[in-house]
Every structure is written in structure tokens, then in C-alpha cells.
């Protein structure tokens, strides 16, 4: 049967980036029978400016009604004077919410050509293969009460709110210990469990469900003292799972490990394993319409939809193999290009996935 994918572009380089991915699916489609139908729709700023919000009915529909969504980027300093809540984010958040894509999985996997494109050294980040599982449509993006008021004496005030239900930690909590199976079965729980109340909840939920997970071992850190284990020694970790914004903040902290935040793919799933998947960088609009972006991460987001929602596992692991031939053959996007003298073809974005798509069809 054929499955749908919903094509949302967006913002900045989003566009850039998902035409690369629209021909490394097309590839998939015309040369290795992949059965899918891709279906385009505005998100995000692009939205505002065709229909005045940025997730209109149309395209909240198609997303429902798509087998994955595959999303660029949004946003840009064109909308950033638009009230927060018809902002381009609020395109991306609203999708997260009505599709119910709790589970945000994060790999900062490093490409061992890479080695040399971080700014960590190379024994530091050799071998890193961390997955971080973020809650995505709870916590304090979403949590009510919010918003700016002004007091009595005039003077205005800032409030947003975090809060988890037991619920919304335990399902998180088993897309953690679930993934840790098949990986090196172990889990560290990031919060604010000395702090926030929120996040001792967060920890006794954790900690609850990892009984059910006697072969998966389980720690508890503090974020402050994660994001500097991760700069520290990264290789300790497996699984990590936190909260929305503590997972928001990780997450791009990790891309650093793996040479640039062009190369993080993401899934967002449901409890059906619907998903919506996106790199994890933004919309770069300072380098937007360039052809300098580097779209690995969608080509890899691409990956994670092919394993999770199109239920092809060989054609994903046929694509992350395309991608690190290409990294072995010496391409590199200018994000990517390593301090070492190595002799690299430094390729805009539309030639990084002609390459892909090269190396696909030999
Ligand atoms: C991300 C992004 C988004 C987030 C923004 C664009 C709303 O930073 O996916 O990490 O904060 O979740
Ligand atoms: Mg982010």
C-alpha cells in the first residue's frame, strides 16, 4: 500500500535541506520500490505569511492523515515580532502536540570521519554513540499557567510553568529503558531533582519503572552536571532521558560531539510510532538561500523515518551507509570540513545529496 509522507519545508535553509530530501526519497521510490506518495504543505513563517498563521487546518490535516512527516526548519527574524503565539514555532509545537509525539529520540552518533570536525579532541569523542530521548509535549513549553502580565505597581512580569503528570514521566521513561534494550542497556536520567519538585517527581517515576528493567542500568544526574559530563566524558553515556527543555538544551550541546548540529537527525514519535521527523538544527536564516547548509541531518531523519513509520529497515541502513561512504569519500558540507589538513571536496548542500544519491544508485 502506498504511504503518504507530509513534506513540510518551512523556514531558512528548510527548504534548502528538504529538496535534498525529496531526491534521496525519489531515488528510494524510482530504484529500490519504495511505495510512497509525498505531499507538500506550509508550516512555520512561510504559513504566516501565505495564510496569517503558522499551522493552518490544511496542513494540520495532512499531517493526521500522513503515514510520517518529514519537517525542515522554521522560523527567522522576519516573524520575531510577531506575538509569541502566532510565531513560526508555534507551527512545530502545535504539530508535536496534536499528533501526540511525546517521545523525541536524539542520536549523537559520531561518524568516525568526523573525528576531526568537533572542536573536542579525538580520544574524547572516539566511538560516541549517545541517544537522547527528550519528552516533547510537556513540561515547560506547554505548561499552564504562562505568559507576561503587568502587576499593580506597573511593573510586568514573565511566567511559564513546569509540570509533568506521573503519566507523562512513566511513557517517556519506558521509550528510554525500551531503546537501552537494544542498545548497551543503560539509562541516566537527567533533572533538577535537588531543585524543582517537578523533577523529584520526574525521578521517583523514573526510578519506579526501571523495576520492570532489571537488565537496564539506571542513573540519576543533575543537568548542570550533565552538560558538563558530556563535555567531560561522553562516552559514559548510553540512553539519556529528560525533560523538554532540559533534553531541548542537551541535545544541541551533544550535536557539538558529533562535528556540527548539521549532522542530528530526530524522531518525534506517538505511542503508535507515528512520527514526525526533522533535523535538529533551526532555520539557519543567516546562511539561508546559499546552498550552504548541510542536509545530512535530514538525509538522516530520513533514515529514522524509513526504520520507525515505513517499517524499512534496509533502506535505512542502506541510506546511513550512502551517508558515511560519502563522508569517507571526503565530502564535506563547510560545517563539517576537519582541522587536520585532510583532503576534502567541500561540497554546497545540492551536491552533498547528489552524492548521496550517487552512492545510493552504485
Ligand atoms: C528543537 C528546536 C525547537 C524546540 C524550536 C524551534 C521551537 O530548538 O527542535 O530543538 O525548542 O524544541
Ligand atoms: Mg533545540
Not at 507530509?6 to 535553509?13: P, S, Y
Not at 539509562?187 to 523529584?200: I, M
Not at 548542570?224 to 561522553?234: E, G, I, K, S
Amino acid at each position: 500500500m502506498t504511504q503518504t509522507i507530509a513534506v513540510l519545508a518551512g523556514d531558512g535553509i528548510g527548504p534548502e535541506i528538504m529538496a535534498e530530501a525529496v531526491k534521496v526519497l525519489e531515488c528510494l521510490r524510482d530504484n529500490f520500490s519504495l511505495d510512497i506518495q509525498l505531499e507538500e504543505a506550509l508550516v512555520g513563517g512561510a504559513a504566516i505569511d501565505a495564510t496569517g498563521i503558522p499551522l493552518p487546518d490544511a496542513t494540520l490535516a495532512l499531517a493526521k492523515r500522513a503515514d510520517a512527516v518529514l519537517l525542515g526548519a522554521v522560523g527567522g527574524p522576519k516573524w520575531e515580532p510577531l506575538d509569541i503565539s502566532i510565531r513560526p514555532e508555534k507551527g512545530l509545537l502545535g504539530l508535536r502536540s496534536e499528533l501526540g509525539l511525546f517521545a523525541n529520540l536524539r542520536p549523537a552518533f559520531l561518524h568516525q570521519e568526523l573525528v576531526n570536525a568537533s572542536t573536542l579532541k579525538p580520544e574524547v569523542i572516539e566511538g560516541l554513540d549517545i541517544l537522547i530521548v527528550r519528552e516533547l509535549t510537556g513540561g515547560i513549553y506547554f505548561g499552564q499557567p504562562r505568559g507576561i502580565t503587568t502587576l499593580e505597581n506597573g511593573e510586568k512580569q514573565g511566567v511559564n510553568t513546569k509540570i509533568y503528570k506521573e503519566s507523562e514521566i512513566e511513557r517517556i521513561a519506558r521509550v528510554a529503558f525500551d531503546s537501552a534494550l537494544l542498545r548497551n542497556k543503560k539509562v541516566c536520567s537527567v533533572d533538577k531533582a535537588n531543585v524543582l519538585e517537578v523533577t523529584e517527581l520526574w525521578r521517583d517515576v523514573v526510578t519506579r519503572v526501571g523495576k520492570d528493567y532489571p537488565e537496564v542500568s539506571l542513573s540519576h544526574m543533575y543537568v548542570d552536571n550533565a552538560a558538563m559530563q558530556l563535555v567531560r566524558y561522553p562516552k559514559q553515556f548510553d540512553v539519556m532521558v529528560t525533560t523538554n527543555m532540559f533534553g531541548d538544551i542537551l541535545s544541541d550541546l551533544a550535536s557539538q560531539l558529533t562535528g556540527s548540529i548539521g549532522m542530528l537527525p530526530s524522531a518525534s514519535l506517538d505511542a503508535n510510532q507515528k512520527g514526525m521527523y526533522e533535523p535538529i538544527h533551526g532555520s539557519a536564516p543567516d546562511i539561508a538561500g546559499k546552498n550552504w547548509a548541510n542536509p545530512l541531518a535530514t538525509l538522516l531523519s530520513v533514515a529514522m523515518m524509513l526504520r520507525f513509520s515505513l517499517k524499512q529497515p534496509k533502506l535505512a541502513e542502506l541510506l546511513e551507509n550512502a551517508v558515511s561512504k560519502v563522508l569517507q569519500d571526503g565530502f564535506r558540507t563547510r560545517d563539517i570540513v576537519g582541522n587536520d589538513g585532510g583532503n576534502y571536496t567541500v561540497v554546497g548542500t545540492k551536491e552533498m545529496g547528489d552524492a548521496v544519491v550517487a552512492r545510493l544508485q552504485a
